[in-house]
């Protein structure tokens, strides 16, 4: 299976939710985690999701416009 640029048209919300991971799975994870509900667009099959990211993978996301998946 081959990765996609998602790019990322539309940020609607953006939540921390590191402290609800850590009380479901019982430990911290290595950085911040957000879930995101966004409207992306892959190849033109546009959708409004809601995904995870953590914060290396936010910024990268938001300094490129798009996230790979």
């Known amino acids: 299976m081959n990765l996609l640029e998602h790019y990322i048209e539309k940020i609607y919300s953006k939540e ?12 911290k994870p290595h950085e911040r985690l957000y ?5 992306v667009n892959c190849y033109g099959r546009k959708e409004r999701i809601k ?8 910024n990268f996301a938001e300094k490129n416009g798009y996230y790979m998946a």
């Not at 921390?16 to 430990?27: A, N, Q, S």
């Not at 879930?35 to 409207?39: K, S, T």
């Not at 995904?51 to 936010?58: G, M, R, Y």
């Open 51 to 58: 995904k995870s990211f953590f914060e290396s993978e936010l």
């Open 35 to 39: 879930l995101l509900d966004i409207d």
């Open 16 to 27: 921390d939710v590191t402290d609800e991971f850590e009380k479901k799975i019982g430990h």
